[in-house]
């Protein structure tokens, strides 16, 4: 329908080669365009075109199946315990700053973990951590945040042996009031 190129011609200066990559890759997702595996029965000879898939995370198909595998395949490494899903925005003033230095995106993560850690260490353990950095919201907007899981439970601060007190994160929220003047 035309729509992807439109929004091309038109914010083109803000699309990054990576996204444009993953873009193109989900419009020819599925079709020969990727190429194909072709399957023939040797009994009655039937043949079968398989195309292949792009496998990007921009796909909802492909994102999803990747997802998927991802949980099953971590399912197994991840400790047995009780975990807390955290997530971590900040005003949406400040979204820019993180797309104009896009290197500021990998330094959250960090942050974020050693918030985790240093509460945990106060509590007397240390938590297993994992974390994702999303870059927009479910209404596809820019919306910088990170998602966090961490254990409740963990090592001792020696290493040496599992700590089975739960502990739960009351993270203070900080929020800014939306401007209430009338223009």
């Known amino acids: 329908n035309g729509n992807w190129w439109k929004f091309f011609l038109k914010y083109h200066k803000f699309i990054t080669p990576n996204i444009l990559i993953n873009v193109l890759k989900m419009l020819v997702c599925g079709t020969r365009i990727l190429g194909f595996n072709i399957f023939q029965c040797l009994k009655c000879g039937h043949i079968l075109k398989i195309n292949h898939t792009c496998k990007s995370k921009f796909c909802s198909p492909c994102g999803k199946k990747a997802a998927d ?44 973990a050693k918030i985790i850690l240093k509460l945990s260490k106060d509590q007397g353990f240390l938590p ?17 945040h990170i998602h966090l899981s961490t254990t409740l439970r963990g ?14 994160f009351h993270l203070v929220v900080l929020a800014y009031p939306k401007s209430t003047s009338k223009t």
């Open 155 to 168: 090592l001792s601060l020696s290493k040496d042996a599992w700590i089975n007190k739960p502990a739960y």
């Open 69 to 112: 595998n991802w949980i099953k395949n971590s399912y197994n490494r991840l400790p047995n315990t009780l975990w807390q899903h955290i997530t971590l925005t900040m005003p949406d003033q400040i979204w820019n700053l993180f797309w104009k230095n896009r290197h500021l995106m990998n330094k959250a993560p960090h942050l974020a």
């Open 128 to 144: 297993g951590i994992f974390l994702a950095i999303h870059t927009f919201g479910r209404d596809l907007k820019k919306n910088f």
